[in-house]
């Protein structure tokens, strides 16, 4: 066989040219041009020679043979990627079974190279879904709580966060022991979620957004309970947090004693309770406070925008407005706010905590994310917006803030707006507006503060009990 009909790749197989045949061969003579060539001959024919050597270079390559450290190369996560002619087979991970057999490997023709051909994927494309395979299979980790001088602390009691209406009739009619013993024999059996449980829920897909855009970024919500519950009630507590898989890592349990001393301790932003006298100590703290009700109706809200409405005078502004209204009248009132419609007003109980919002929503503003902010804040003011309302909008634009929506109900029941509004919480001086928002299915916090709080004390302090923080 001439080597030149031989295709170039082929040829280093034929046997090296030589000028005498081997023993027991012959030669074959071909006249050319140039010419005559000779091509030493094996007692087999070229030809068959030939096809025998590219046979068993093939059954030697579709067979993977044992790969040697060069050959295998380590990849991120533990995975190992195997070649196989030239090709990359599916990356698995090390615990999983060996390749055992190639689809298509014991068929032949057409059906074999099919099965072959979907073994062998090309590089790149397996890596990506190995890597999401694996990642799932891992653990998830809860993510590092942010440090308390950076984050924006939620205090939250456990009857706020939880419902616990079983256990504080036992506490009132049987007593502390009897209470105590309760919660042992049930600590594996998780709380019914409370009336701050949506609000919390809120709070931490706000967090998982911020983790998303700023990695090292501890500017979060940090939650933190508080209750005057024994240590040994804790645990049905961490049970029911980690049974609804909340983040919540700080607590803090004084065993019969008010926690209101420890709030100022963990730099506490906003304190929610279902106890009264609690607040009211806490907002005599200085500490925006409010207690919480449950909603007289279910009301779904977003689980993935955080809604926050404020009423305005003795909430985010003073009582100065109200203590006008109280002493003149109405007409009193829209006299004096024409005339001041440019002093800004005091700040209230809860400006702070509008503040610590809005320096969240810039964060999603600095992203270009102002229309898909997760968090959305509302005025919502029984004030008129033609004789009162410029006074409130320019002194929220002198502290250098602003709501989402500001809503002047000129007096009219706040109770079926808010019911379009759907707010994860409400806050208002008034409880005539809590009990219409809690009509209409809302959740409603009361703040204790101002005027119209002064002739509303109760006479005698209510009980403290083991459960109501």
């Known amino acids: 066989m001439a080597r030149s009909r031989v295709p170039p790749h082929l040829r280093p197989l034929l046997p090296a040219p030589s000028s005498a045949a081997p023993k027991g061969g012959h030669t074959t003579e071909r006249a ?13 024919s070229g030809i068959s020679l030939l096809r025998s050597r590219i046979s068993r270079s093939h059954r030697r390559r579709r067979r993977p043979a044992a790969l040697g450290p060069e050959e295998v190369k380590a990849c991120p996560g533990g995975l190992k990627a195997r070649s196989f002619m030239g ?12 390749l055992r057999e190639l689809p298509g490997r014991a068929r032949s023709g057409a059906a074999g190279a099919a099965g072959t051909a979907a073994a062998m994927e090309p590089p790149g494309r397996p890596w990506d879904e190995a890597k999401a395979f694996y ?11 942010p440090k308390p001088e950076n984050a924006i602390t939620i205090a939250v009691s456990s009857r706020a966060l939880f419902r616990m209406e079983e256990e504080q009739k036992i506490y009132t009619e049987q007593g502390v022991e009897a209470y105590v013993k309760y919660q042992l024999d049930h600590e594996n059996e998780p709380f019914l979620p409370g009336a701050a449980f949506p609000f919390v829920k809120a709070l931490e897909a706000v967090n998982a957004q911020l983790r998303e855009l700023y990695p090292d970024s501890e500017e979060l919500f940090d939650i933190v309970l508080m209750t005057n519950n024994h240590a040994q009630v804790g645990v049905r507590l961490i049970n029911s947090i980690n049974h609804y898989d909340l ?19 963990y730099h506490t932003n906003l304190y929610l309770s279902s106890d009264a006298e609690k607040v009211s100590g806490a907002i005599e703290e200085g500490i925006a406070a409010a207690t ?3 909603p007289s109706r279910d009301l779904e809200v977003s689980e993935k925008q955080l809604r926050v409405a404020f009423d305005g005078d003795a909430v985010l502004f003073s009582d100065e407005s109200e203590q006008i209204v109280k002493a003149h009248g109405l007409d009193m009132f829209f006299e004096h706010e024409k005339a001041h419609e440019n002093k800004p007003l005091a700040q209230g109980p809860l400006k702070g905590f509008l503040e610590a919002l809005g320096k969240l929503q810039k ?6 994310l102002r229309l898909e902010c997760p968090i959305r804040t509302y005025l919502v003011t029984a004030r008129s917006a033609a004789s009162s309302g410029a006074r409130a909008l320019k002194t929220l634009r002198s502290w250098g803030l602003e709501t989402d929506e500001a809503l002047f109900l000129a007096g009219a029941p706040k109770g079926p707006l808010l019911r379009k509004i759907r707010p994860h919480i409400f806050f208002d001086d008034q409880m005539f507006h809590v009990e ?6 809302a959740v409603a916090a009361h703040v204790p503060y101002g005027v119209a709080q002064r002739h509303k004390r109760p ?11």
């Open 135 to 145: 990642d799932n299979l891992a653990p998830k980790k809860k993510p590092k709580s």
């Open 87 to 98: 090709c990359h087979i599916k990356l698995v991970p090390p615990d999983r079974p060996r």
């Open 292 to 294: 919480i009700f449950s």
């Open 363 to 368: 964060k999603f503003y600095s992203k270009g």
């Open 32 to 44: 050319g041009a140039a010419g005559a060539r000779c091509c030493p001959i094996a007692p087999r």
């Open 247 to 265: 983040f919540i890592e700080r607590f803090c349990m004084t065993g019969g004693n008010s926690p209101i001393c420890y709030l100022k301790a």
């Open 436 to 441: 219409g928002a809690q009509e209409m299915g």
């Open 459 to 469: 006479a005698q302090e209510k009980q403290q009990t083991p459960n109501s923080k």
